[in-house]
């Protein structure tokens, strides 16, 4: 039980290197900044740093896009308490009732809870992910290519499932997504597949053209579409400092935002937006009054806060021993490695034990620096937000061309970016979700693998193969379940409704 | 917004049916040896099978993400000078292409004013091009402007 002490202490020892603690450092730092703008999310943010963390070495590369991600879940709070707009899509629900705190003067503690809840959430969840990761991957070890499989198609349907109002619409993308992971020489017959006859689409589309396109670019120019009002930042609060009271009413919200985090966070699709969500619903449901949700209620702070962190941390489980990522910012971290030469994956912990336990030291010691940053620069950080959007807009489109260009030296990759940009307004000014095409891009080339390799080692050269086998069998029963669920209730509330 | 998921129907029927086609001709292959074709086919099927969901069933509560007045001349600038942009780069160089593509959307497309905007465009330029051509040694297009230090 106690034999992750070592690998551990070994982890520090790669995470207190002067370069790495520097990759720590500016990648929270970073994600803050970005967890605060509004309107540049972690998951753009970190494809633009993508090209830039090429020269560095795979593990200070990691951990500063990690950084990134659990830093911009710290950032976040801060506009959605201060100007009652989230900085990304976790925050959110933050506003409701850390903007009515701000309104009654109580600010400070809104922000306090948040970044201490957030701390507890984000620690407690990389313990999670300390103890459980050795455990998951010594079982995916024994996965064939039936199993890996299964398990991707019930990834794939979850996404769906979990990304948006619409699962129709979230399938869809992800459909799509599929296709465009198609695109380039098929692997096992080394045939050309939908390259148009260009050299460029040989090799198919990379992930960081289509990332920086979708989510940077194609946030930007929606933005330039939909100016939205001129934002209102509140004055600097002075004190920040839960009370003793403001303790006592998080404690239990802050425990169970954490397990609820946690768990939502190993799901695939479980995105923090999720948990945060969730962790909302359960501390109105479970409040002795919860009339008091909505105008300014601390649990309604301090629970969704530590819950997207711990999410957060969560997410890394499918990520570091499966090699799936769960959303759309783990993707990108999974191209992060990949571009690096470390292919995630149960085997990730044996093969590069310096990257799995150098990250999670890391995330220890980001979770401290965030804390330390977030309450003393809170000032800063709201001097930030008074810098108009109409001078950050341009210079964002330049790193985006300009990192699209610098991974490859490529023009072509620029114009794909653009194309891709095109796409991803098009989608956010329709309320199509983005995230399940660019996961579904990231899963679907491995889900092909596994399935034709199944295929062509079954005995009986039959579909039976992924159902014969035990794990297999009952993650696609799972998979099916939800894929039918939304029209097995809807055929219910019919029935129920013509009852009567 | 019925219209957008008729659209995205027909889209998805016409996009579905094409998967399938392309599919076949690359060789849908068998149960023992899936061809090249046998992924892109089944894409196809379930793109095609939600393009006809989406027709028979619009979902009449969704709605476009629309905040205000929308900004089209902006807009179709801004996407215009991004594809410029495309063009220019090789043969004006990475230098000049950027602060021309600076300068158009501070002015015209963010309608800042003229000083800030060229400072902020040759600022923006320089920097990043001393950041990533001879810090991060990025070969960066050297155009009509052929400066070389890394």
Redesign the interface.
Known sequence: MLGFIGPLLGGFAIAVTPENLFSAFVGVLLGTVIGVLPGLGPTASIALLLPATIGMNPISGIIMLAGVYYGAMYGGSTTSILVNIPGEAASVITCIDGYQMAKQGRAGPALGISAFGSFIGGTLGVLAVMLISPIIAEAAVKFGPPERFALLFFAFTLIGYLAGKSMARGLFMGAVGLFLGTIGIDDIHGVDRFTLGTLYLRDGIGLVPLAMGIFGLGEILYNIEQREAQITVMETPKNLLPTRQDWRDSAAPIGRGALLGFGIGVLPGGMPAISSLISYAVEKRVAKNPERFGRGAIEGVAGPETANNAATAGGFVPLLTLGIPTNSVLALLLAALMLHGVTPGPLLLFKYPDVFWGTIASMYIGNILLLFLNLPLIGVFVQILKVPYRILSPLIIMFVLLGAYALNNSITDVLVTILFGLLGYIMKRYNFEVAPLVLAFVLGPMMETSFRQSLIMSPTASLAIFFSRPISGTLLIIAILVLFLPLFRRYLKALFQADR | ?IY?DRI?GIG?IA?GVS?LY?GSE??IG???????????YL??L??AL??G??LI?P?PT???????K???G??IL??LT??G??LA??PLGYLMS?TL??LI??RL????CWR?SLL??LS??GI?FIV?NIW??????AGIIPLRWS
């Open positions: 917004m957008i995205a998805g996009g998967l392309f690359l060789g068998n149960l023992r040896m899936p061809g090249p074709g046998a992924w892109p894409i196809g379930t793109i939600l393009g969901w989406f069933r979902d969704a709605q476009p993400a629309i905040t205000g929308s900004r089209w902006r807009f801004a996407l991004l594809f942009y495309v780069l090789a950027t593509l600076l959307q501070l497309v963010e309608g800042c800030i902020l465009s923006g330029a990043s990533f991060l040694k990025v070969s960066l297009p």
